[in-house]
């Protein structure tokens, strides 16, 4: 018996979960299609304003971690520690929280990745970058290499250290979502 996710260190849980990318994969919706729709139902009670499927595995034909990333957005009004609760009554893991923000995961084992991986961002509406820095690449064809690009350089250097990956990103991100969000302002 191995030691629970819960009694691991960082170092320990990003040996287990490394960063991998793979091919872009037609599956990621139809993953996305199943977890919206178990959300909906889930989340019937609770405040919903969006859900939307974000992230690298939502932009076409590129490299991504095999993981589909979904934004919930919750009405400005209301308590996001309620729809929090909901979501981890469901099984699905507090990974991170800041000021209005929790982000959770499911399909994470003691034994590694699942076969069908999830991490939920839960914001308040308007709190959705990631929707114009999505729509950008998957528009801007040549852009969205680039970033590719990037994402496979950054892939082996780290492997084991997801928020030195996630950091190395940054710059080209808010680079291109600030391009996005001049080009379509006001879409969210």
Request: hydrophobic share 40%.
């Amino acid at each position: 018996m191995g030691k629970e996710l819960s009694e691991m260190s960082l170092k320990e849980l990003w040996e287990l979960f490394p960063i991998f990318l793979v091919a872009h994969n037609d599956k990621w919706n139809l993953f996305y299609d199943e977890i919206e729709s178990f959300l909906q139902t889930i989340l019937s009670g609770c405040p919903i304003e969006r859900i939307s499927h974000i992230g690298s595995t939502a932009i076409s034909s590129i490299w991504a971690k095999d993981i589909v990333d979904v934004l919930i957005e919750v009405s400005a009004d209301s308590d996001i520690q309620n729809t929090a609760g909901v979501l981890e009554q469901h099984g699905f893991l507090r990974m991170s929280e800041e000021k209005d923000r929790v982000s959770f995961n499911h399909g994470y084992t003691k034994d590694g990745f699942a076969d069908k991986v999830y991490h939920l961002h839960l914001r308040y509406i308007g709190d959705n970058d990631e929707l114009y820095f999505r729509d950008y690449l998957n528009d801007h064809a040549q852009i969205a290499k680039e970033y590719e690009k990037l994402k496979l350089e950054l892939w082996h250097q780290f492997e084991h250290h997801r928020d030195a990956y996630t950091d190395a990103k940054t710059e080209f991100v808010r680079k291109w979502t600030a391009e996005a969000k001049k080009v379509y302002a006001g879409r969210y």
